[in-house]
């Protein structure tokens, strides 16, 4: 009766059901359109926890809201990413809690950029603050890069800025939805975002306003589409650390900036280093020689006439999709090998100089 983005926006408005829920009914159905109109066909196969849950369907308040998002979308050039199509960024995918979708506006082609820097700080951002955003922007700049920030003042609005003065594509992501620019003060800054091929990012429908309860949220979304987070400059509390905890949860790697021990703005920083959430460092140079970021240009010939097995041969096919692949993402999709038995097959591949590990338990084909 309606389009699959019709069904896919629905399942949005699907309130007592959980993301991973709606992900398993979308394994089992395949698609959105069947989720809602052949519920008998793939509940055969659901598990209880699933069953229990009533059938979805399409009220009236549904299908007004989704009428609307839709109108809104074509109106103001907005696109909607599902976490099932390939332009849906691969890190974040590998996260549990990662979204069902989101909006964007611009250039999706940096979601699945080589090297990902997500680099974010306090609102109430000092001289020093900037001025290091600054440099570590300058000294990223030869580096094929993308930076994700949150489009918040002071450190975000530096990290953006100077991202693009340095003609480094970067993405906002929103706490609210696309509708709302938050602050207003950074409205020629998101167009700017756009324009040099960068992206707006938010889960939120476009009239959602900037509540303070969806800042902490759209924060896993900051950390799960990026190999790392650079903390600039924050206190013991705040966004920044939330987001380098839930970077650190992922598997990602994490580096904090030192600062002054008698300025309380930096003692978020050096809890992180403390702690050994985060590692120290003091240069972009130091980011790109810990990412191993710094590789020849030069492609290395692979090994030729390698023997692999069908098993092998079809996990080399899934890392070639991408630049690089995580753990988690292949064993989703291998969910007949064990966890163990995955690990054998890739460190095999390993040995035989097929593929490299990289950081945040990923790994690439050797080229």
């Not at 964007?104 to 082609?109: A, C, I, S, T, V």
């Not at 924060?219 to 013991?236: F, H, K, P, Q, W």
């Not at 930096?266 to 590789?295: F, P, R, Y």
């Amino acid at each position: 009766m309606y389009s699959e983005l019709f069904y896919r926006l629905a399942l949005q408005y699907l309130e007592d059901y959980k993301p991973s829920v709606l992900k398993e009914m979308l394994r089992l159905s395949g698609t959105a359109t069947l989720l809602f109109e052949e519920p008998a066909t793939w509940r055969k196969q659901a598990n209880k926890k699933t069953l229990n849950k009533p059938l979805p369907t399409i009220t009236d308040a549904m299908r007004r809201a989704v009428e609307e998002d839709m109108r809104l979308m074509e109106r103001h050039g907005i696109s909607y990413c599902f976490y099932t199509e390939e332009q849906y960024p691969y890190r974040l995918r590998s996260c549990s809690d990662a979204p069902l979708a989101f909006y964007y506006r611009g250039n999706p082609e940096v979601f699945q950029h080589l090297h990902v820097l997500a680099m974010v700080g306090t609102r109430e951002a000092s001289d020093y603050g900037r001025q290091c955003v600054r440099k570590i922007v300058r000294e990223l700049q030869e580096t094929s890069l993308v930076t994700v920030s949150g489009l918040a003042y002071g450190i975000d609005t530096e990290v953006h800025s100077r991202s693009l003065e340095c003609d480094i594509p970067t993405v906002a992501v929103m706490g609210c939805g696309l509708g709302t620019i938050y602050p207003s003060q950074n409205q020629q800054l998101a167009q700017r975002i756009v324009e040099q091929g960068g992206a707006l990012v938010s889960e939120y429908s476009f009239r959602t306003p900037p509540d303070r309860n969806n800042f902490p949220k759209r924060n896993r979304i900051i950390a799960g589409m990026s190999d790392a987070v650079l903390v600039v400059e924050t206190g013991y509390k705040g966004g920044s650390i939330i987001t380098a905890y839930i970077a650190h949860s992922y598997n990602r790697d994490v580096f904090a900036l030192p600062g002054s021990i008698l300025e309380t703005h930096h003692d978020g920083c050096h809890n992180l280093i403390h702690k050994n959430i985060a590692a120290l460092v003091s240069s972009g140079q130091e980011i790109v020689n810990l990412m191993n970021w710094e590789k020849s240009s030069e492609p290395k010939q692979m090994q030729l006439f390698v023997d692999l097995d069908d098993t092998e041969q079809r996990v080399v096919s899934l890392i070639r999709e991408q630049p690089q692949v995580s753990v988690d993402s292949l064993s989703e999709r291998m969910t007949e090998l064990s966890p163990s038995k995955l690990a054998g097959i890739l460190l095999g591949l390993e040995l035989k100089g097929v593929i490299e590990t990289r950081p945040g338990k990923c790994y690439a084909l050797v080229r």
